[in-house]
């Protein structure tokens, strides 16, 4: 028995499979390099963000994230104002200023994790 499949449908197929497979989903923002990211302007209502190396995010008043606040490294978080719809993590040596604001995930809320 001989089979056999259309080699578009298998191209298809094994692309689709690649894409899940190495595509992050939406609704994530990572933020690296050295850079400032402020909330608002930028809207990150439906996503949760994560900064890497010297990044600094900043949650002024107005400004919403809608999941998770993770920073990592050297990166630095300033929340002013405005929600966070998860937690607020800090991990290595990263810094985070609280000063107003509300955290919605107060539950596991505001941590700094162990090294």
């Known amino acids: 028995m001989r089979i056999c499949c259309d080699v578009p449908v298998l191209v298809s ?3 689709a499979a690649v894409l899940l497979a ?3 989903a939406s609704g994530a923002v990572i933020h690296t390099g050295s850079g400032t990211h402020n909330y608002p302007p930028l809207d990150g209502s439906g996503d949760g963000i994560t900064a890497y190396d010297t990044t600094t995010v900043n949650v002024l008043t107005g400004g919403s ?11 630095m978080v300033t929340v002013s104002g ?7 993590d800090a991990y290595d040596d990263s810094t985070v200023t609280f000063s107003g604001g509300s955290i919605g995930g107060l ?9």
């Open 13 to 15: 197929v094994v692309t």
């Open 22 to 24: 190495f595509v992050p």
């Open 65 to 75: 994230i809608g999941g998770n606040l993770g920073a990592y490294e050297d990166s």
């Open 82 to 88: 405005g929600l966070i719809g998860g937690d607020l």
């Open 107 to 115: 539950s596991g809320g505001l941590r700094r994790a162990a090294r």
